[in-house]
T-cell receptor
């Protein structure tokens, strides 16, 4: 049973649409992450939040806008996406402050499968 | 440039066979993790290795961290259909606030 939930599980949107992905962690963790998983490419880190503050923005285009209203919730707002943005978007959380140090474990949600037409 | 190279990218074998998956880099990692991801799910942590030369066993899975902490291997003995999935290695870069993932090895065990 995962302690990280994501909604929706599947999303189809046009390039002019605005949508939001939601992530909730029930583990009492301090750090939350957004990753993009595309076919034939490694998992790409997009954003890291530690104690509700963004600590990393991994050169992500501005059409992706994250929001972390509290330590349990993380959103990814999507606006004027491109077809190449179609991918599985994974949310994760970790106990620490977002430092991927020794023994730091990230717990992943099931992901949102996004298709941009 | 791929920081972590996994090989092979795809592997399909019969139940009962043994296999090894490799994760290689020119970078040194403070720790390295292996995850397994099943269809429709997110990755789930299998193990974390920290010390160069460390070997950890998880039932039929044996994980080894290279002496120089630049590479790792995953060996599965007597593979079973339940081992099917995408295996990801991820390295923690010293001084950086993130994990770097390999592109994964998609393993299929045929009954």
């Amino acid at each position: 049973e995962t302690g990280v939930t994501q909604t929706p599980r599947h999303l189809v949107m046009g390039m002019t649409n605005k949508k939001s992905l939601k992530c909730e962690q029930h583990l009492g963790h301090n750090a939350m992450y957004w990753y993009k998983q595309s076919a034939k490419k490694p998992l790409e880190l997009m954003f890291v939040y530690s104690l509700e503050e963004r600590v990393e923005n991994n050169s992500v285009p501005s059409r992706f806008s994250p929001e972390c209203p509290n330590s349990s919730h993380l959103f990814l707002h999507l606006h004027t996406l491109q077809p190449e943005d179609s991918a599985l978007y994974l949310c994760a959380s970790s106990r620490g402050t977002g430092l991927a140090g020794v023994g730091e474990t990230q717990y992943f949600g099931p992901g949102t499968r996004l298709l941009v037409l | 440039t791929q920081l972590l190279e996994q090989s092979p990218q795809f592997l399909s074998i019969q139940e009962g066979e043994n296999l090894t998956v490799y994760c290689n880099s020119s970078s040194v990692f403070s720790s390295l993790q292996w995850y397994r991801q099943e269809p429709g799910e997110g990755p789930v942590l299998l193990v974390t290795v920290v010390t160069g030369g460390e070997v950890k066993k998880l039932k039929r899975l044996t994980f080894q961290f290279g002496d120089a902490r630049k590479d790792s291997s995953l060996h599965i003995t007597a593979a079973q259909p339940g081992d099917t999935g995408l295996y990801l290695c991820a390295g923690a870069i010293q001084g950086a606030q993130k994990l770097v993932f390999g592109q994964g090895t998609r393993l299929t065990i045929n009954p």
